[in-house]
């Protein structure tokens, strides 16, 4: 099994969603940007408003909505601090 990503994506006032992923694509005011395990460490701030997509093991993916904030990528993992974040529904993908 290949190395695994800890991800939060947490909102103000909440945890969205936390687990392992095999990848995680951030769009940030420097463009876009895809983490894997191993990913050197990064402060970003994120663009107004963006998605987040995480990519699970077996192919799927979950898609945020997110609203300001910054993407946090240290020793531990990628953590998503958003003002918000939703599930992004089909039509904004």
Same mark, same amino acid.
């Given at each position: 099994?290949?190395?695994? #990503?800890?991800? /939060?994506?947490?909102?103000?006032?909440?945890?969205?969603?936390?687990?392992?992923?095999?990848?995680? =694509? *951030?769009?940030?005011?420097?463009?876009?940007?895809? =983490?894997?395990? %191993?990913?050197?460490?990064? #402060?970003?701030? #994120? /663009?107004?408003?963006?998605? !987040?997509? =995480? /990519?699970?093991?077996? %192919?799927?993916?979950?898609?945020?909505?997110?609203? %300001? %904030?910054? #993407?946090?990528?240290?020793?531990?993992? !990628?953590? =998503?601090?958003?003002?918000?974040?939703?599930? *992004?529904?089909?039509?904004?993908?």
């Amino acid at each position: 099994m290949a190395n695994q #990503l800890p991800v /939060k994506v947490v909102a103000v006032e909440e945890r969205i969603w936390s687990g392992e992923a095999e990848m995680l =694509v *951030a769009r940030t005011t420097e463009g876009e940007i895809g =983490v894997l395990p %191993g990913h050197a460490p990064l #402060l970003g701030l #994120l /663009k107004e408003p963006s998605q !987040v997509r =995480v /990519k699970l093991a077996g %192919g799927e993916q979950l898609t945020y909505d997110v609203s %300001g %904030g910054f #993407l946090s990528i240290d020793a531990d993992g !990628v953590t =998503v601090l958003a003002e918000s974040a939703v599930p *992004a529904t089909p039509e904004s993908r």
